[in-house]
């Protein structure tokens, strides 16, 4: 059960990683065109990690770095990685086993 469990995280890890590499939007041709549409990412995370106040810290960064909207799902770790199995979520941040 151990060994599922691993092999399931480090899946999802992996796939993370992965999508965090894709570029969200190609630069404009000329520099001076208006910028392309933002695209939303659905954030999938523990209540507690939300409580801690992080996000509320690094998403106003990675919103702008990225032009990006995050919506934050706030939920348990088994139903953050539901969502993420699902494919209700983009990205998943959790902290403890389900």
């Given amino acids: 059960m151990q060994q599922k ?13 992965l ?9 404009p041709a000329g520099g001076d065109g208006p910028m392309a549409a933002a695209q939303t990412l659905i954030l999938a995370t ?15 960064v ?5 032009n990006a909207n995050v919506d934050v799902i706030a939920v348990g770790t088994g139903q953050a990685l539901t969502l993420g199995e699902d494919g ?11």
């Fill in 88 to 98: 209700n979520a983009d990205v998943l941040l959790v902290h403890a086993r389900a």
């Fill in 46 to 60: 523990t209540t507690s990690t939300q409580d801690s106040g992080l996000l509320d810290v690094i998403l106003p």
């Fill in 19 to 27: 999508a965090a590499c894709q570029p969200l939007v190609a630069p």
């Fill in 5 to 17: 469990h691993l092999s399931f995280i480090l899946a999802l890890l992996s796939l993370i990683v």
């Fill in 62 to 66: 990675f919103e702008e770095e990225a």
